[in-house]
């Protein structure tokens, strides 16, 4: 079977599910190009409210497969290029998407897979999972946005280690980072996923759309931009119909109902 991105849904919300079976999960361009192409139809639909990426089976995503970038090796440089591209593509988009996306990651996030997951939003990870960069023991260096994401998480020394030592850190080394967010039980990050997923599908749609776009903002601005940023968030925020929903159904001790 070829390597895949399978859609579904739950409710409110979209599960992308990466399936290259017995290749753990690795990934393959037509996963980035259905990757796109799927976060760009759950923009125009207001029925999806958040998404979650999941691996099939008991793997998350094994990053890139190596056979495949020595196949490329053959290839002139640009074959290799065009590929990075592609990935770095759905990477932007998962960013980009004004809806919240989850990893729900069960067994290794390895390479790319890592850099899928550090793109989310949110990470629910397995007790026993596991996030490794390992680009360094094949002589290559990071893609997918990776060497970005951990410098902007983690400090520089933590950062360094991961992707110099290239050995595996724990799902709850990297809960006390901060970096996840929720460590579970084994065999129970997808419904974990989708129940954090439900709860941000009750929220208001306007408001979450702009809180991730100021938090994607937030590090390219200085302060005084950041204050402006919030200020005309906070104005749009108020004066759209999920900020009256909120604040009446608040003063009216009752749940919200957002369109």
């Known amino acids: 079977m070829s390597a895949e991105l399978l859609a579904s849904r739950r409710d409110a919300t979209l599960i992308l599910t990466l399936s290259n079976p017995g290749a753990k999960n690795a990934l393959h361009p037509d996963m980035y190009a259905a990757g796109v192409e799927a976060l760009e139809t759950a923009e125009r639909d207001p029925e999806i409210r958040a998404i979650v990426l999941t691996g099939a089976g ?9 056979n495949r970038l020595l196949e490329n090796r ?3 440089r640009s074959a290799q290029a ?3 591209d592609q990935l770095h593509g759905w990477i932007s988009a998962i960013r980009d998407c004004s809806k919240p996306v989850i990893a729900a990651v069960e ?4 390479g790319a897979g890592f850099s899928l997951a550090l793109a989310c939003d949110l990470i629910v990870a397995a007790q026993s999972s596991k996030f490794v960069m390992a680009y360094v023991k094949v ?3 990071p893609d997918g946005g990776a060497s970005w994401f951990l410098s902007q998480a983690l400090p520089r020394q933590l950062a360094t280690e991961i992707l110099l030592e290239g050995q595996p850190v724990s799902a709850a080394r990297l809960h006390e980072t901060g970096l996840v967010n929720r460590v579970v039980a084994d065999g129970s990050a997808l419904e974990s996923a989708l129940a954090l997923s439900d709860q941000i599908a009750a929220l208001s749609p306007h408001a979450t759309a702009n809180i991730k776009s100021l938090l994607r903002d937030a590090p390219s601005h200085s302060l005084s931009s950041q204050f402006e940023a919030e200020k005309q968030s906070f104005v749009d925020s108020l004066h759209h119909r999920d900020g009256l929903e909120g604040i009446t159904a608040f003063l009216e001790k009752r749940k919200p109902y957002y369109r």
């Open 58 to 66: 008991d793997v998350f995503c094994a990053g890139g497969n190596l």
């Open 74 to 76: 053959a290839k002139e």
């Open 82 to 84: 065009d590929s990075i």
């Open 107 to 110: 067994g290794p996030a390895a």
């Open 139 to 141: 002589g290559l260096t």
